[in-house]
């Protein structure tokens, strides 16, 4: 006689890994940078939201040591580092990172920005 699992049993919870994610692409370059500029392993990226821009928000990325409120995660081999604020507003987003003729850098997919403005440097929530 078999048994019907529980459906909630079977959906995995969500782990820190999830709650931001860098593409293989954005991890490689990331990588390349630390590299260059002889970073300690001490060193993570930190993801960071502040107020500005023209919509409200705008998103910085830097090399950073860890804070005791920080939330540490790791997406590709790559450690970040993220303030409790900063990861409400992160909560689902994937960084990747794009060249193109308008210039390279890192893009953000955040499904919590409800507006962006139209150089695309800020976003509204």
Not at 58 to 63: A, R, S
Not at 74 to 102: I, N, P
């Amino acid at each position: 006689m078999s048994v019907a699992a529980d459906p909630k049993q079977e959906t995995q919870a969500e782990t820190p890994q999830d709650l931001v994610k860098l593409t293989a692409r954005a991890a490689e370059k990331v990588k390349a940078v630390r590299a260059e500029e002889k970073l300690g392993e001490s060193y993570g990226l930190r993801l960071k939201v502040q107020g500005g821009g023209c919509s409200g928000f705008v998103y910085d990325l830097y090399f950073d040591q860890a804070q005791d409120d920080d939330r540490v995660l790791e997406s590709q081999g790559v450690r970040l580092l993220c303030d409790q604020m900063s990861l409400m507003y992160l909560a689902g987003a994937e960084v990747d990172y794009v060249e193109s003729l308008q210039g390279s850098g890192f893009k953000f997919a955040n499904p919590n920005v409800k507006s962006t403005c139209g150089c695309g440097s800020s976003f509204g929530m």
